[in-house]
């Protein structure tokens, strides 16, 4: 059995450096700063659905075809998946514990204790009201769980034959995903005249924070890695796809209240991620220039970025860190500087450390089945 990993693709990982940061500057800062990467920073939480897809494309480029021969063992891969995830995960619950006194203030007695027992449990995220306990950014961990729950079937599906057939298939999961925002749009079950990123409703919380809404965009990512493995990597389209993703979700983003936001959370840029990724997964100049050193270096701390940001923005600026330091004259530019140098730190110090050990612990350092030794 072959159990070499497939190659890494640098500049998805690349990629993945702006996408963390831009959640970060759509979080805490005033998207008018930055001229004509405002529609972008003003719509950081398409960054997610990114994410979310992107965790998809990854997972079926290493597992699709392991699973398809049956040399995938299920119980390992959740495990590896665990100990992949939890490490930073519950770092950052701990960083939050400031904010239980704000979670109980704000929700009911019986919702406050659901979300304290099911946040460690990575299960908050299917109660719309307290996806958000506790860290904010943590909702989506909620959802990654259940996907990789039902990831090995997912990537047992046959092989596709055909691209055309294969497109089509992949046109009708996007088609699913618009589903949900086209109800709420249709239905306005929140009263909203028109939604947006400062918006709150528990019709659009369930749309925005559960897991059920964004099960399209990773299946989607899933299907997306067979699609990579029909076209040549060193295709001249693979630079015109991601060209074409590029472009197109910036002419997306740039329309701004004109798309309506219930379909733009997640969803209607299915298709221009897909080209995205397959273009940066290609061997050609745009997956050269985003597959660079420094570009990586950050990007591969991009998880830990993600879920530690909010509660060290937070703490930062609760304990006057830079005032102490006569360096509040350089914020929120320096803050941006430190969160994502102790993201950087985390991941070495703190994220790669514990995924080991866990592993050890779980016996779960490879999630394909022992190769059996032939008989003499």
Known sequence: MDTRKPAPLNALTGLRCFAAVNIV???????????????????????????????????????????RAGEMDRVRFWKTRFARIYPIYFLSLLLSLPQLRGDY???????????????????????????????????????????????????????????????AKMAGVWALGLVPGTLYMAFNPDGIARPDRWSYGPWLWALKYTPYSHVCSFIFGVMLANLHQMIDRGARLRLWLGVIGFGGIYGLLSLGRMVPYAIMHDGLLMPLFGCLVLGLAGENLLA??????????????????????????????????????????FDPWLSYVLLIGAAILALYFIEKPAQRKLRQLLGATTALKPQRVAAD
Request: charged share 10%; glycine share 6%.
């Open 25 to 67: 500057l759509f979080h805490f800062s005033n998207p008018d700063w930055f001229g004509f990467l405002a529609p972008v920073v003003n719509a950081g939480y398409v960054s997610v659905s990114y994410f979310i897809l992107l965790s998809g494309f990854v997972l079926g480029y290493n597992y699709n075809d392991r699973a």
């Open 105 to 167: 203030q704000t929700h009911t007695h019986g919702m406050f204790w659901t979300g304290v027992v099911l946040t460690p449990l990575l299960l908050q995220g299917w109660i719309p009201s307290i996806a958000i306990f506790l860290n904010t950014p943590a909702w989506t961990m909620s959802a990654e769980a259940f996907y990789y729950a039902i990831f090995p079937w997912l990537a047992r599906w046959k092989r596709p034959v055909r691209m055309a057939t294969h497109l």
């Open 288 to 329: 050269r220039a985003l597959g660079v050193r420094p570009l990586v270096f950050v990007g591969e701390a991009s998880y830990s970025l993600y879920l530690l940001h909010f509660s060290l923005w937070t703490l930062l600026h609760r304990w006057h860190v830079l005032d102490w330091l006569h360096l509040s004259r």
